[in-house]
């Protein structure tokens, strides 16, 4: 079954993801395991896609595979009509720096920096200036007042603010989210899912975020079940 949006692009020069057909398998043969089965999946620009499943179902996959960081065994994986699994190694890194932005648990932080370093230092690594600036962003986030504070010095939701303000730094096609509320309690997990919807929304980029938290679901535009490497509507 296609798991297709329902959503219109929210710019004319985006189209979204789009994973076609997508199978990742591993080992040789009679051991062969399939981390993703036959995976059809359409996300739109400004559109915020759950995934839930149980442990071991593929959900790490499938964002691995969704962001250039895994090659499937086959099928395709096309960002704003530009299929990955066509593109050399280093062609590859330069579309996931410029184009994939990854939110992590806890934010994954570089200790030493501010919060304003994290995002300047993106900036510095793609080479070119924010359509939106650090500064604007971490405003965006509700992080202005945190803006030089270091991540041990910031809450859990206020680190993982953070991550999300410097994954949209380079103003991604495709921004993958993994667990972004396993750390925090019932109602800051409820304020970062609520903004990450709206910045969804706001920025026009294809966002899919892969949870064990049931509770945060009512903020998504779209919920997905993946299990034993399929995915399907719940």
Do not use: W, Y
């Not at 959503?7 to 789009?18: F, I, S, V, W």
């Not at 994290?118 to 924010?130: C, D, K, P, S």
């Not at 993994?178 to 709206?198: C, G, M, N, Q, Y």
């Not at 969804?200 to 892969?210: E, P």
């Amino acid at each position: 079954m296609t798991t297709t949006s329902p959503h219109q692009p929210a710019t004319a020069t985006r189209t979204g993801l789009r994973l076609s057909d997508v199978t990742l398998t591993f080992g040789d043969g009679d051991q062969q395991v399939a981390a993703l089965d036959h995976v059809d999946l359409e996300v739109a620009p400004g559109e915020l896609v759950a995934v839930v499943g149980p442990s071991g179902a593929g959900k790490s996959s499938l964002l691995a595979v969704a962001g250039g960081l895994a090659h499937p065994t086959s099928g395709a994986v096309v960002v704003d009509g530009i299929d990955l699994t066509g593109l050399r190694s280093r062609a590859l890194a330069a579309f996931r720096r410029d184009q994939v932005g990854f939110v992590f648990q806890s934010g994954n932080l570089v200790p030493a920096l501010t919060a304003l370093d994290q995002l300047r230092l993106v900036e510095r690594i793609t080479g070119r200036r924010a359509q939106t600036s650090p500064e604007a962003l971490l405003d965006a986030v509700g992080m202005t007042d945190r803006a030089h504070r270091r991540p041990g010095k910031l809450s859990g939701g206020e680190r993982q603010r953070v991550g999300i303000a410097r994954a949209l730094v380079a103003s991604p096609s495709v921004l993958l989210v993994d667990e972004p509320t396993a750390a925090l309690d019932r109602r800051r997990s409820h304020e970062i899912v609520e903004l990450l919807a709206r910045e969804t929304h706001d920025v026009g980029v294809a966002t899919v975020m892969v949870t064990h938290d049931h509770d945060v679901l009512v903020h998504c535009d779209r919920v997905l079940e993946m299990v034993d490497g399929r995915l399907s509507p719940v």
